[in-house]
């Protein structure tokens, strides 16, 4: 929340200066973000009145003015400014003002006329945008007064940081309540004098849907000029608080909701063409334009507001159209309602837009003050657009189904005990009273009625937040652990997701963050998922769903990438995926019937070697992969199975298989999602269980044998279907059990021949024995020989003659 730091000294002057004043806002919860100087640093610029304004004789966009700047002299001033006339009050800047950036201004003259000195824009000074024209300066103003003193420019800007549960200081009182419960200031609220009823005007009012309105307050004023000028000290107000000035009516509305967190709604009473305004719930198929031009489809989830029974007015968020206020209205129906919290929320994000009304309602606006600043706002109306012929309705206040206050107790040792210091309770009552709660003192348990703009009082812990906020946070002492603090070493035997990320970068991959919810698009392409877990309230309408696989996020930043002329690519991310599984119960990290394991997936794309000129350039395919893949396991060791899945080509993807459980998969992008997502070329990706990769085996020590290596060379034709690693796999395991092979080390492929036409493939190995003694003996290193050959042929492989 903007606003001017004058505004709200306005209702609370503390003894401070700026820095300490948003100290004591930060302390007590309201952290301030940002002071920034309404102008920045300029000098010599004065209150001026331009007396004679004629047109340069060598110039058509010139003129020549006269101007009196509160010396014994006008002075004359050449100036190019389109709205620039005779009596208006100007600011100039005289010989030797500094304008920002350190701009002197020195005599000159222009097309041979003399120039001494400068009017300026609002631009000029730093102060808006706005360089259309002189800024041209309310009436009032003393001529030959410093710019700075008579608009107020050495006033501050102050941004503050609200937490979702306070909206009551969604507004310049809301603040200073806080402010006069923190500083103990004297705290002047405005005052609300009931305005009296001239007249019996009245517009009928129906809450139908009373769970959604607990209470309309409206009223009638006729005979308004709306075309009357917002005065200067509410356009200042605004315009410091980030709203810009559209027209009086609209002005005011705007300024009671930043003064008093009062979000308001005006109609056009005679464009309201029913006999009644309704309250209800919206119906399927029913529409209603708003006054962002947005035409948008009701359904029972939303409010409306109804000119009879014809939506006008989405119920907390925005007005309608139809019966919009404009320079021409003379006759208003306010609104001042209150809507239930939870009947607002997730409304805006559904429409994908939000109002400061809505940001309001959703967190809760004081539902016991309607009437008074009914009265406020007409004030306002009032003396700003009133006129001789203005009439005023009386007050239709309809109180139906507010909340009820929250009688909260709170024991005072309990207080001591949580905030860890020693607070009298005579102090926590003194805060109370300060905060403005209603309070009951028994045997050191208070008894707290909250206020009707305190949403957030509901346990006894928000009253021990309020006593350790108003005590001050920073009184609580640092206390230093009083145990011994060790640091407990990681086992050996595993690693943790950290270890992972580093060792994809130091191959070359960078990290994705993504959205666990994507499109559901991408989990019918990727993973062939037509019942994913759809979200009850998205963030945006296209990620409505929870992925249960990772390589669609990948495929989307690779496409943007390309899209900006990134030739290669190398990206993971890690992650959770929500996979359906009744198994799961509910517990403080899961949720039932919904399984989230930490994944990791990477893609490849591009040259697989870059831009070089040491082998010749080819496309990363799946065995690049697949060896990234093998480097991520080790220092344990994966089998690759193929395997088909919706995402990957059939004929190019394995499952990732470890100690016999599938833990992924590797493969190249099916060609159809590659024509899809307009990729070049297909990437390859992966995706493994992060669990499965914190374990490793843990080093040992092994002797370095003293003797030589023996090998031994085997061929083997094979049938078709009986793959390599299946072939190895039967000879290790032979070696765990078979006395034959104790000093087998392994067992490598080093030739393939498989003659044209012909299923069978020939293979040759070469097995190595390592000896650890010197009685190992040729006859030894046979016997291990047929030991292997035993193990192939159990596979079906038959040993070539």
Same mark, same amino acid.
């Given at each position: 929340?903007l606003f001017s730091e004058?505004?709200?000294?306005?209702?609370?002057d503390p003894?401070?200066?700026t820095?300490a004043?948003c100290?004591a806002?930060?302390m007590?919860?309201l952290?301030?973000e940002?002071?920034?100087?309404v102008?920045?640093a300029?000098s010599g610029i004065?209150v001026?009145?331009?007396l004679?304004c004629?047109?340069?004789?060598n110039?058509?966009h010139l003129?020549?003015c006269t101007?009196d700047v509160?010396?014994?002299e006008p002075?004359q001033?050449?100036?190019?400014?389109?709205?620039?006339r005779?009596g208006?009050?100007?600011p100039c800047a005289?010989i !030797?003002?500094?304008?920002p950036?350190?701009?002197?201004?020195k005599?000159?003259?222009m097309r041979g006329?003399?120039s001494f000195?400068?009017?300026?824009?609002a631009?000029e000074? +730093?102060?808006t945008?706005?360089h259309?024209?002189?800024w041209i300066?309310?009436?009032?103003?003393?001529?030959g007064e410093d710019?700075?003193?008579a608009c107020h420019?050495?006033?501050?800007?102050i941004?503050?940081k609200?937490?979702?549960?306070?909206?009551?200081a969604?507004?310049?009182?809301g603040v200073?309540?806080?402010?006069?419960?923190?500083?103990?200031?004297?705290?002047?609220?405005?005052?609300?004098?009931?305005?009296a009823?001239?007249c019996?005007?009245?517009v009928?009012?129906?809450v139908e849907?009373?769970?959604l309105?607990g209470?309309?307050?409206?009223?009638?004023?006729?005979g308004?000029?709306a075309?009357?000028?917002?005065?200067?000290w509410?356009?200042?107000?605004?315009?410091?608080?980030?709203?810009?000035s559209?027209?009086?009516?609209?002005? %005011?509305?705007?300024?009671?909701?930043?003064?008093? !967190?009062?979000?308001?709604?005006?109609?056009?009473l005679?464009?309201?063409k029913?006999d009644?305004v309704v309250?209800?719930?919206?119906?399927e198929?029913e529409?209603?334009t708003?006054?962002? !031009?947005?035409?948008?489809q009701?359904?029972p989830y939303f409010g409306?507001?109804?000119d009879?029974?014809t939506?006008?007015c989405l119920a +907390? %968020?925005?007005?309608?159209?139809a019966s919009?206020?404009?320079?021409?209205t003379t006759d208003?129906?306010i609104?001042?309602?209150?809507?239930?919290?939870e009947?607002?929320?997730?409304?805006?994000r559904r429409?994908?837009?939000?109002t400061?009304?809505?940001h309001?309602f959703e967190r809760?606006v004081?539902?016991?003050?309607?009437?008074?600043?009914m009265?406020y706002?007409?004030?306002?109306i009032v003396d700003?657009?009133?006129?001789?012929a203005?009439?005023i +309705?009386p007050?239709?206040?309809q109180?139906l189904?507010?909340p009820?206050q929250?009688?909260?107790?709170?024991r005072?040792?309990?207080?001591?005990?949580?905030?860890?210091?020693p607070? $009298?309770?005579?102090?926590?009552?003194?805060?109370?009273t300060?905060?403005?709660?209603?309070?009951?003192?028994?045997?050191e348990v208070?008894?707290?009625?909250s206020?009707?703009?305190?949403?957030d %009082?509901?346990?006894e812990e928000?009253l021990i937040?309020?006593?350790?906020?108003?005590y001050g946070y920073?009184k609580?002492?640092?206390?230093?652990?009083?145990?011994?603090?060790?640091m407990?070493m990681?086992?050996e035997?595993?690693?943790?997701a950290?270890? %992972?990320?580093?060792q994809?970068?130091?191959m070359?991959y960078q990290?994705?963050i993504?959205?666990?919810?994507v499109?559901?698009?991408w989990?019918?392409?990727?993973a062939a998922n *037509?019942?994913p877990?759809?979200?009850?309230?998205?963030i945006a309408?296209q990620?409505?769903?929870m992925?249960?696989q990772?390589?669609?996020?990948?495929v989307?930043?690779?496409k943007y990438n390309?899209?900006?002329?990134?030739a290669?690519?190398?990206?993971?991310?890690v992650?959770?995926?929500f996979v359906?599984d009744e198994?799961?119960v509910t517990t403080?990290?899961?949720?039932?019937?919904?399984?989230?394991?930490?994944?990791?997936?990477?893609?490849?794309? +591009?040259d697989?070697?870059g831009?070089?000129?040491?082998?010749k350039a080819?496309?990363?395919?799946?065995?690049d992969?697949?060896? *990234?893949?093998?480097r991520l396991?080790?220092?344990k060791?994966?089998?690759?199975?193929?395997?088909?899945?919706?995402?990957?080509?059939?004929?190019?993807?394995a499952a990732?298989?470890?100690?016999?459980?599938?833990?992924?998969f590797?493969?190249?992008?099916h060609?159809?999602?590659?024509?899809a997502y307009?990729l070049?070329?297909a990437?390859i990706?992966? $995706?493994l269980?992060?669990a499965?990769?914190?374990?490793i085996?843990v080093?040992?020590?092994t002797?370095?044998?003293?003797?030589?290596p023996i090998?031994? *060379?085997?061929?083997?034709?094979v049938p078709?279907g009986?793959?390599y690693?299946a072939?190895?796999?039967?000879v290790?395991?032979?070696?765990q059990n078979?006395p034959?092979?104790a000093t087998?080390v392994s067992?490598?492929?080093f030739?393939l021949?498989?003659p044209?036409g012909?299923?069978?493939?020939s293979?040759?190995?070469r097995?190595?024995?390592q000896p650890?003694?010197?009685?190992?003996?040729?006859e030894?290193a046979?016997?291990?020989?047929?030991?292997a050959?035993e193990?192939? $042929?159990?596979?079906?492989?038959v040993?070539?003659?």
């Amino acid at each position: 929340m903007l606003f001017s730091e004058s505004w709200l000294r306005s209702y609370i002057d503390p003894a401070m200066d700026t820095d300490a004043l948003c100290e004591a806002m930060t302390m007590a919860g309201l952290e301030v973000e940002e002071v920034a100087p309404v102008a920045p640093a300029f000098s010599g610029i004065v209150v001026a009145r331009v007396l004679t304004c004629v047109d340069h004789e060598n110039s058509d966009h010139l003129h020549v003015c006269t101007v009196d700047v509160g010396d014994a002299e006008p002075v004359q001033i050449v100036c190019g400014a389109p709205n620039v006339r005779a009596g208006v009050l100007v600011p100039c800047a005289k010989i !030797g003002a500094v304008l920002p950036g350190d701009f002197k201004i020195k005599k000159a003259k222009m097309r041979g006329v003399e120039s001494f000195g400068m009017l300026c824009s609002a631009r000029e000074l +730093g102060i808006t945008e706005d360089h259309s024209g002189l800024w041209i300066l309310p009436e009032g103003l003393t001529v030959g007064e410093d710019i700075r003193t008579a608009c107020h420019l050495d006033d501050k800007k102050i941004e503050i940081k609200l937490t979702p549960n306070r909206g009551d200081a969604l507004s310049l009182i809301g603040v200073a309540r806080d402010l006069h419960a923190v500083t103990g200031a004297e705290l002047h609220m405005p005052a609300m004098d009931e305005v009296a009823a001239t007249c019996q005007c009245k517009v009928p009012v129906e809450v139908e849907a009373t769970d959604l309105c607990g209470r309309f307050t409206g009223r009638v004023i006729r005979g308004l000029n709306a075309k009357a000028e917002t005065p200067q000290w509410m356009k200042d107000r605004l315009e410091r608080s980030g709203q810009r000035s559209i027209n009086a009516l609209v002005d %005011i509305s705007n300024y009671v909701m930043l003064e008093l !967190g009062r979000p308001t709604h005006f109609f056009d009473l005679n464009k309201l063409k029913g006999d009644k305004v309704v309250v209800r719930w919206a119906r399927e198929g029913e529409s209603c334009t708003l006054l962002n !031009g947005q035409t948008v489809q009701l359904d029972p989830y939303f409010g409306v507001v109804c000119d009879g029974d014809t939506p006008e007015c989405l119920a +907390g %968020i925005m007005g309608g159209e139809a019966s919009s206020i404009s320079l021409e209205t003379t006759d208003l129906f306010i609104e001042a309602a209150f809507w239930h919290q939870e009947k607002i929320q997730g409304r805006c994000r559904r429409l994908n837009f939000s109002t400061d009304a809505a940001h309001r309602f959703e967190r809760g606006v004081d539902f016991g003050s309607n009437a008074d600043h009914m009265h406020y706002i007409t004030k306002l109306i009032v003396d700003i657009c009133g006129t001789e012929a203005t009439k005023i +309705g009386p007050v239709d206040d309809q109180i139906l189904n507010v909340p009820q206050q929250a009688k909260v107790q709170m024991r005072a040792e309990r207080a001591r005990k949580i905030i860890g210091m020693p607070i $009298e309770t005579s102090m926590m009552a003194e805060c109370f009273t300060r905060l403005g709660f209603e309070f009951t003192l028994e045997d050191e348990v208070f008894t707290v009625t909250s206020p009707s703009y305190r949403f957030d %009082i509901q346990i006894e812990e928000d009253l021990i937040e309020e006593v350790a906020r108003l005590y001050g946070y920073e009184k609580l002492p640092d206390v230093p652990p009083m145990a011994e603090a060790k640091m407990i070493m990681r086992p050996e035997g595993s690693r943790i997701a950290h270890d %992972i990320r580093m060792q994809l970068a130091d191959m070359g991959y960078q990290e994705l963050i993504n959205f666990s919810f994507v499109p559901e698009a991408w989990e019918t392409d990727f993973a062939a998922n *037509d019942n994913p877990i759809r979200l009850l309230n998205p963030i945006a309408s296209q990620l409505s769903v929870m992925r249960t696989q990772m390589i669609g996020g990948l495929v989307d930043i690779l496409k943007y990438n390309l899209n900006r002329k990134v030739a290669s690519a190398k990206l993971f991310e890690v992650g959770r995926i929500f996979v359906r599984d009744e198994s799961v119960v509910t517990t403080e990290w899961s949720v039932k019937g919904v399984r989230q394991p930490v994944r990791v997936a990477g893609l490849l794309y +591009g040259d697989a070697a870059g831009e070089q000129w040491g082998e010749k350039a080819r496309l990363v395919d799946f065995f690049d992969g697949k060896g *990234d893949v093998e480097r991520l396991i080790a220092p344990k060791t994966a089998q690759f199975v193929a395997k088909a899945f919706p995402a990957l080509h059939p004929g190019r993807s394995a499952a990732v298989m470890m100690d016999g459980v599938e833990v992924g998969f590797v493969g190249e992008l099916h060609p159809k999602l590659q024509q899809a997502y307009g990729l070049p070329h297909a990437p390859i990706v992966f $995706e493994l269980d992060m669990a499965a990769l914190l374990t490793i085996d843990v080093p040992w020590h092994t002797a370095v044998s003293k003797f030589q290596p023996i090998q031994r *060379d085997i061929s083997v034709v094979v049938p078709a279907g009986v793959s390599y690693e299946a072939l190895q796999k039967a000879v290790a395991d032979a070696a765990q059990n078979d006395p034959r092979l104790a000093t087998f080390v392994s067992l490598n492929l080093f030739d393939l021949y498989r003659p044209e036409g012909v299923t069978e493939a020939s293979l040759a190995f070469r097995m190595t024995l390592q000896p650890m003694s010197d009685d190992f003996t040729g006859e030894d290193a046979d016997n291990a020989l047929s030991a292997a050959i035993e193990a192939l $042929e159990a596979t079906g492989a038959v040993l070539r003659k």
